[in-house]
């Protein structure tokens, strides 16, 4: 216990480090540099020379190296060799590449879990991960921390200083994995003793009267196996919790590598990680101690995604979200990964229509990236991922088709750099539009365990909203609770469940200031601890809202029910909610059937100077909630544009640019004198266009 209380009190100095502004790192004046991955340990060094002089005569400004290659930095224990590594970094240095250093605990090696094999992580069956794979160390262990430690330590000793290393990437993809293993058992029980003090409070907060789960003692704790006793019979709170600790311990394995860095590295060296773009159950907001967060992003791997041509085009969401959610952590954010072409681990790797990955590299500038990275340079002759593809192919020369739209957005990039004016400010009209997205892991985490429904899902109700506002023109933040409200016009609040009296006062204030909130359904149903309201269903939202929920429906697949608003029908199914109105509270939209026909599920609520809009139903098609967000925008004399899905314009510092996950061509309506420096007035389906606004 001493020890845990002891690392919590690190970590919390190490919030308060931050050496320079995160944006220093990458000059705007450069719009996006753009790297790509290089695992020399895989070649024969041989070839090293050829394959770095080759990235720099592509364009390619740094490289990303030691991911995995613990066994190689480390083959004996305390027996370190980097004469390896130091002949690439010379070799990048010599064709002025920059270079991104990797620390490489995602991988631990093989001498490691024989002497000590308590560092695997336990699954749900309560088997160790053994060696052979990734990501597979207890994050709880004190082994893990002491021997990641050391080999980050080591590194940084031997790099810190290095004027070729430009940064670095802390572990790969961090994952806020379940843990059942011995040394995860006693830190949660740790965590818990730390979070609530006495056993009491547990149970008070664990609702633990039900089902007769009292526990007497802390001792008495196990995490909740929801896969053997299933999501339905167990503790909702204590799985929450069990999702909290495991983020946590994750976000700390970050923060203490963070701090034996910055023990030894220049200023200059920045700190990151590559999170996966849509989340793999992390929660980069727990992370204090890096500069900046970036991300990983495969908009491909098998989905239908938006028409015929989807397959080859990729998600839309994928970057959508991540460029808006990790550029708001810190102010900047960059891709790390970024799909090559095709992978292998996709339920279906198809090819790519040409152009796609150019699009992509736009898109990521276009929403805010300062720097864009490709996973990997060659295809990999053996492992795992053999038939993930490269900038080169197998024989380490010839381009792919994704690399070539590597090497022709590289130059792109570089001429574009001649047009730029950082003096550019964001349009009035755009700075009007503005819109801050309000996102929590606590409440994704929740509403995921009890769902309802079969055809809820967290992460799409929150993508619609965010890709109305987009069709819309409105660029897009997001923030959490401690945020500024006042620097937007808009704050839309998709399903947040768990709420307390501190957060609906600063909704309301914002409000009453002249602030304009849009709260989607599911929002406000529970407490932080994950209890229901015993008044009903709204609880301490009814003032904010301006009206009471007392039931909530939904409807099978099979099913579609109606809603009216303004004379027009919008089909239903997924999630509606029953609203008794107050009597000033203006309502907006009706059900147009079933036994409650006539009930109000849409309703606006006038608070000071400011509006608060609540829509209490999640339609499949999205109609309803644009139609509505479109008029919340006309109400305060707001112009707005009407891009169909798959078309998306952003501003970036001076420029406008436009790009097509459609499968039908799009014609931009912009004035004949418009200046295009790249495409033109039509967009084909993966076409780019920018151009620029003065």
Known sequence: MKIYIAKITFIFLLFFVCPISAQNFFP????????????????????????????????????HMSEFSWAQLEPREGVYDFSWLDKVVNLAKKYKLKVLLCTPTACPPVWLGIKHPEIYMMGSDYQRKEHGTRANMSLSNEKVIKY?????????????????????????????????????????????????????????????QFWSQVYQSFDQIKIINATSVGWWGTNPIALLDFKRFSADKQAMFLDMQAGELRKYIRKEQFLTTNY?????????????????????????YGSNNEGDLGFRLGDENVLLFANDYFRSLNGITG????????????????????????????HCFAGGSSFACTYRYRQILYGAEQFHSGIVQTDGISLSLGGKEYVQVIKEIKSLRKYSNLKNKMPEILQKRKAAIMWSYDNFWNLENQKQTYKWNTWEHMHKYHRILNSLGAPVDFINERGDFSKYNFILVPAYQMVDSALV???????????????????????????????????????????EINSF???????????????????????????????????????????????????????????VWYIGVDTNDGKLEKDILKNVYSEQSVETENYPQGILVYWKDGFMVAVNYSSSNYQLNLPEDTDFVIGNNELKPAGVSVWVED
Request: aromatic share 12%; hydrophobic share 35%.
């Open 276 to 300: 996966v773009a849509k989340g793999n159950q992390a929660d980069p907001g727990r992370t204090k101690s890096l500069d900046f967060s970036s991300f990983t992003a495969y908009p491909n």
């Open 148 to 208: 990641s430690g050391k080999i980050v330590e080591e590194l940084a000793r031997h790099y810190g200083e290095n004027e070729t290393v430009i940064g670095w990437q802390i572990d790969n993809e961090p994952e806020a994995k379940e843990d059942f293993s011995p040394s995860a058992q006693n830190a949660f029980r740790s965590w818990l003793i730390h979070k609530y003090k006495t056993i009491e409070n547990l149970n008070r907060a664990w609702g633990t």
């Open 28 to 63: 705007k004046k450069d719009l996006m540099s753009i790297g790509v991955y290089y695992y020399p340990e895989h070649w024969s060094h041989e070839q090293w020379e050829r394959d770095i002089e080759n990235i720099a005569d592509l364009g390619f400004e740094f490289v």
């Open 505 to 547: 006062e600063k909704w309301t204030e914002y409000v009453y200031n002249g602030g304009n909130l849009i709260i989607s359904c599911r929002t406000g149903a529970k407490d932080k601890n994950a209890h229901l309201w015993e008044s009903n269903i709204s609880g301490i939202m009814n003032g904010l809202i301006g009206a």
């Open 335 to 362: 891709v790390m990964e970024l799909q090559p072409g095709q992978v292998n681990w996709g339920s279906c790797n198809s090819l790519l229509l040409p152009g796609t990955v150019r699009m992509w590299l736009w």
């Open 553 to 611: 429906d939904m409807m099978p697949s099979s099913k579609s029910a109606q809603i009216e608003m303004n004379g027009k029908n919008y089909d239903w199914n997924n999630w509606g909610e029953l609203m008794n109105p107050e009597k000033n509270t203006k309502i907006l939209a009706k059900y147009a059937d079933q036994f409650y026909k006539g009930t109000a599920c849409c309703v606006q609520n006038n608070i000071g100077k400011g509006k």
